[in-house]
């Protein structure tokens, strides 16, 4: 057994920019020649294949890839037997029905005896059963917007983020059947010295999530505020309290949720803070 895992990145398209990002921000280093099919870490045992992100789910499920990083979308059409290790929260979409703008739209019936054009078979097929329409699926590969305008399909199943492509063609969306972001996957066989790296390399993507997730905060504030502030701001433990040179004030540092952070602001403020500095954080570990 060689000891090195292999994770399989998209080549070039829309997971792969923040996928390579997340590992090098793991402290992962490795080159990324351009055109290179495979590549190899100088200081983490993790080998690259760069794939279509269509034959990710496929390698990873047969084991030629240890771990993998594809959208939900893709890893739910493919329908291959793999384990889901952690939401990655980039490449977010949506897979959507669209019908021309033109079209007045009763709902889902609106599809009933129609054709739509789609690469997503699977998907749509399951939600058209869920919600007993029936249609048929015209599957093709690519530009499936283009579809209604060449007489194809009355409908289409695509993937959205602002719609805009949709407009350029004529359509309008109509029903979002699907949400998705990057995951990362791992083969159903590993054995437990590759489950350590694995373990190990999900410690850093979590530190460097929660990192994302979190602010760094500085503040000054009169003492008398103090017990107001801390309880806004507990921090991981507590936070950290130091005098100012000018008697009767202090500093506080604490770390945020980025998600609380505005409302948070806001009452700090209330409480007497100010001077308050927000510093990104490049990895939590907690
Ligand atoms: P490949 O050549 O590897 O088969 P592709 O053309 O099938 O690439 P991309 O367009 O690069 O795929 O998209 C890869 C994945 O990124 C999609 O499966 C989806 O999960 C996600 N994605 C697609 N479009 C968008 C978008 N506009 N914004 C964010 N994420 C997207
Ligand atoms: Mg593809």
């Known amino acids: 057994m060689e000891n090195i895992i292999r994770i399989a990145v998209q080549k070039s398209g829309r997971l792969s920019d923040d996928s390579l990002r997340l590992i090098k921000e793991c402290g992962i280093k490795f080159y990324n020649g351009t055109g290179k099919l495979k590549s190899s870490s100088t200081n983490f045992p993790i080998e690259f294949l760069f794939l279509r992100d269509d034959d990710i789910?496929?390698?990873?499920?047969d084991g030629v890839a240890d771990l993998g990083i594809v959208g939900e979308n893709e890893l739910v059409e493919k329908d291959k037997d793999v384990t889901t290790l952690k939401k990655l929260g980039f490449s977010k979409c949506r897979l959507s029905?669209?019908?021309?703008?033109?079209?007045?739209?009763?709902?889902?019936?609106?599809?009933?005896g129609k054709n739509i054009a789609t690469s997503y078979p699977k998907i749509l097929?399951?939600?058209?059963?869920?919600?007993?329409?029936?249609?048929?699926i015209h599957e093709i590969s690519g530009s499936v917007e283009i579809a209604p305008s060449i007489g194809l399909a009355e409908g289409i199943c695509d993937i959205v983020s602002s719609g805009s492509t949709l407009?350029?063609?004529?359509?309008?969306?109509?029903?979002?059947i699907f949400k998705s972001e990057a995951v990362l996957i791992a083969n159903k066989n590993l054995n437990n010295w590759q489950t350590e790296i694995i373990d190990k390399l999900l410690f850093r993507m979590n530190a460097v999530q929660q990192g994302k997730m979190n602010k760094y905060v500085l503040l000054n504030a009169p003492n008398e505020a103090l017990d107001k502030i801390v309880s806004l701001i507990p921090g991981m433990r507590s936070p950290t309290i130091l005098p100012l040179a000018q008697s009767g004030w202090s500093s506080v540092h604490s770390v945020l949720n980025e998600d609380q952070f505005w409302e948070n602001i806001e009452e700090l403020r209330a409480a007497g803070a100010e001077g308050i500095l927000v510093v990104p954080i490049e990895k939590m570990i907690l």
Not at 97 to 112: C, M, T
Not at 167 to 176: P, Y
């Open 167 to 176: 407009m350029m063609n004529g359509l309008k969306e109509v029903e979002q």
């Open 97 to 112: 029905l669209a019908i021309p703008k033109g079209q007045d739209y009763p709902g889902l019936s609106y599809f009933e």
């Open 125 to 136: 097929g399951d939600y058209l059963k869920a919600n007993k329409i029936q249609a048929s």
């Open 57 to 61: 789910p496929g390698y990873v499920a």
